[in-house]
């Protein structure tokens, strides 16, 4: 018998209802376990002593004295992590109490920013403990919302960490810790374990040499998208990487932190089917226009038995180096297209990277970037469930790569089901320019928390490239211990004040400005784009989300304040930077005036506009070349020093010059990575230039079309005579930031009024969307 509709729409009531309670016990249950059996092994100890040579690195000993830490899980009862801080009256100590490491270390960051108006960032400290001590009667108490704060995306630890030593990782650890970070990758000498599993299946040196990238194109060999370019890996690189890896692991773990480690996601050697002829191996697809041989890597498919061998030989010989926190990244199908859109070989696919995990590890789960979600025409919903549906629920954490401007979490109902970390990605390619969404990072995430249906887990910074615009990091890290919305305009002034140790009229107008121009994006972006780092064209359209005149008004704001902020490292940095963007912004008429003159055929106006395009490229290469921080000897030179010979120290040159400027042998990602740095701006940049105008020249002198083609050959050449060079440059500044900045600054705007009068505290909210 057919039941009466009554009947019927009371079990779909009954159902769905029960269906919502199933539902919200479910995400109750794991966002309030927040997977605990995910925990630091650290003694408390030990957690204690790391935060307090941590404080000792960073002030010195006397006044670390002055703290004591206590790591306390019980002061959290919801199991997240929390810290409190207050003076302890009998001896006049700050008592930093954490749940872990991690808590106590940004329990002392929270008093450094906001009871001494102290600031630590990439770009220079400013710390100024005021004395007498400062006494904090009232208890300091904070909880963070959500289990985890993530940090790092695949491709950041090429694009910024490559040449990293210990020295620079030891100063970046503690900058995650002091950032509350305690999900960061840990990917190095990756390749070293990865040798050891492929030497034992039989494979050789020799395939080995031609399936691990160089050493600055890791990520994307990891990934499967490129295979050897820029190798082979030497055996040093490998002892060197593995060496670094245990201070790595090691350092984070005592801090209380959970490293990520790689796992298998199916990418194998060419020649992996000469020992295993009935391997179910196919070829992906090229990547960024790459030759076939150096793309179009192997996939070992999911069905075949050795997947899950090779998988769980990895993490076997993984944990035995490094031990485990089980949280693996794996990475199938970044940015490649896989075989088939077919739901159950999607589902078997992520499945068998998942199998492979617990083959070596019972207790794994899975972290996956969900950048390639972003690729709408082949994941649509049902390719995306059947991917995530694969793993069980809960046992895969999803990373919403880029959620600050497409947040894929909202168009995938909270990813089907899979918890997901809120990040913001901000940066492609390490590219230097000014740029942020405030808007979306300071109320995005709250808002993902806050809906009904959410899956958030945490909150993350997934930059490309690091070292720049460090507001939006600073925002974002701040964003994983914030859940109530709050008003940027107070918080830009805190930052200010915090970053220049001082209340200042001109700093406070500055990052108004910046806050309502180039940091209020509200459409996202893909790359830096400028005159100064683009291949020189006659189509190029330069226009920007901001007004010019916001930035130029900055940084007349900023010369204003020089005198009595010029000796905080910050400040300086900030000057040569909001020069660097004004001077990029200003090259954009000379070469409005280049293509004018070209088009008119007027040899004059050509010459003259080259001529001030020129002075602008030299200009900025000046300042930039005044900071330790924007100098590509920096980066050169840091990539010899890890060279044990001359062979290696040339490659390892290659490779540091190639990604910057060719990525790849045929100029594949050409200028993806590009990096406006002191002396790569006048040596790599103004050449370029210089060449195009010559031939504009040459067509207008007789009377010929522009000789594209013929243009387009010679530039590549002398691109490529560049990245074979080794010329050298400087790796300390040159000259003094707030005097070149000033004569550049009187050079370009002594015509300008300067802007004294402060803005209105609501400037911000006039462009909100």
């Known amino acids: 018998m057919t039941p009466p509709l009554k009947v019927v729409g009371l079990y779909f009531t009954i ?14 249950s794991f966002r309030l376990k927040q997977y605990a059996h995910i925990k630091t092994k650290t003694p408390v100890g030990v957690q204690e002593q790391a935060v307090k040579d941590l404080i000792t690195r960073l002030i010195g000993s006397e006044l670390a004295s002055r703290f004591s830490i206590v790591v306390d899980g019980s002061i959290s009862s919801v199991r997240l992590d929390s810290f409190q801080y207050v003076t302890d009256p009998t001896d006049g100590k700050l008592v930093i109490t954490g749940t872990t490491g991690v808590a106590a270390a940004l329990g002392f960051s929270h008093f450094l920013k906001y009871v001494c108006y102290s600031h630590v960032s990439w770009s220079g400290d400013q710390i100024k403990i005021p004395d007498p001590f400062p006494v904090v009667k009232t208890p300091v108490n904070i909880t963070s919302p959500n289990r985890f704060r993530y940090y790092q995306n695949v491709c950041t630890v090429s694009y910024s960490f490559a040449w990293w030593n210990w020295t620079r990782w030891e100063r970046e650890i503690d900058w995650m810790a002091m950032n509350g970070i305690n999900l960061p990758l840990a990917f190095n000498g990756q390749e070293a374990i990865w040798q050891r599993v492929y030497l034992k299946m039989n494979l050789t040196q020799q395939d080995l040499d031609k399936h691990f990238g160089g050493p600055a194109f890791l990520a994307w060999s990891r990934m499967g998208n490129i295979r050897g370019w820029g190798g082979p890996l030497s055996l040093s690189w490998h002892a060197n990487q593995l060496a670094l890896q245990h201070k790595i692991v090691a350092r984070m773990q005592e801090l209380g932190m959970t490293p990520v480690f790689p796992a298998f996601a199916g990418h194998v050697p060419e020649n992996f089917t000469r020992i295993f002829p009935n391997a179910n191996v196919t070829r992906l697809g090229s990547w960024a226009h790459f030759n076939k041989t150096y793309s179009f890597t192997y996939l070992l498919d999911p069905s075949d038995p050795l997947f899950k061998q090779i998988g769980g030989s990895f993490i076997k010989e993984y944990r035995a180096e490094f031990g485990t926190n089980h949280i693996y990244n794996a990475d199938t199908f ?22 492979g995990m617990l083959a070596g590890d019972p207790d794994a789960i899975w972290l996956m970037q969900g950048w390639l979600f972003l690729e709408t025409s082949f994941w649509k919903p049902q390719q995306v469930k059947a991917l995530l549906h694969g793993v069980p629920l809960g046992k895969m954490i999803v990373l919403d790569l880029y959620a600050e401007s497409i947040p894929i979490w909202k168009t995938t109902e909270s990813f089907y089901g899979q918890p997901f970390i809120w990040c913001m990605l901000h940066n492609f390619g390490g590219n230097i320019g000014l740029f942020g969404e405030l808007i979306s990072v300071s109320t995005g995430p709250i808002s993902a928390s806050k809906d009904p249906g959410s899956t958030m887990i945490g909150t993350g910074i997934t930059p490309e490239g690091i070292e720049q615009n460090y507001v939006m990091y600073e925002l974002m890290n701040e964003m994983g211990w914030r859940s109530e919305d709050f008003d940027l305009v107070p918080w830009l002034e805190d930052y200010s004040q915090r970053r220049y140790g001082t209340i200042n009229q001109y700093t406070l107008q500055a990052w108004k400005l910046l806050g309502r121009s180039v940091y ?30 916001d930035v130029w008004q900055a940084w007349d704001a900023l010369v204003m304040a020089a005198d009595s902020c010029g000796a905080v490292e910050p400040f300086r940095y900030d000057l040569a930077d909001v020069t660097r963007q004004s001077l990029q912004l200003l090259a954009i008429i000379p070469f409005n005036n280049l293509v004018s003159g070209y088009n008119n055929k007027s040899l004059s106006k050509v010459h003259a506009a080259a001529t001030k395009l ?7 290469d000046a300042v930039l070349s005044s900071n330790q921080y924007f100098l590509l000897g920096n980066w050169l030179n840091s990539a010899k020093a890890l060279a044990t010979n001359f062979q290696e120290s040339r490659l390892y040159e290659y490779n540091a010059r190639n990604q910057i400027t060719l990525w790849g042998p045929d100029a594949n990602l050409e200028d993806y990575a590009n990096k406006m740095w002191g002396g790569m701006v006048n040596d790599y940049y103004k050449p370029r230039w210089k060449l195009f105008v010559s031939y504009l020249v040459d067509a207008l002198s007789h009377g010929t079309p522009f000789a594209h083609h013929k243009f387009r050959d010679a530039l590549f050449e002398q691109e490529v005579e560049w990245t074979f060079n080794n010329n050298t440059f400087p790796d300390k ?6 005097a070149i900045a000033k004569k550049l600054h009187l050079k370009y705007r002594s015509n300008k009024t300067i802007i004294l009068a402060g803005l209105p505290r609501d400037v911000l909210t006039i462009h909100m969307h």
């Open 15 to 28: 159902w769905s209802v029960l269906a919502q309670i199933t539902l919200g016990f479910y995400l109750n």
């Open 334 to 355: 970044n940015e490649m297209t896989p075989r088939s859109s077919d739901p159950e070989y999607l589902s078997s696919a992520s499945r068998a990277v998942y199998d």
């Open 520 to 549: 209020n994006s509200t459409h996202g972006r893909s790359h830096t784009h400028s005159v100064i780092v683009n291949k020189p064209s006659l189509t190029l359209n330069f226009t920007e989300w901001y007004k010019p005149e």
């Open 614 to 620: 020129f002075e602008i490229f030299s200009d900025m």
């Open 733 to 738: 500044p040159v000259g003094d930031t707030l």
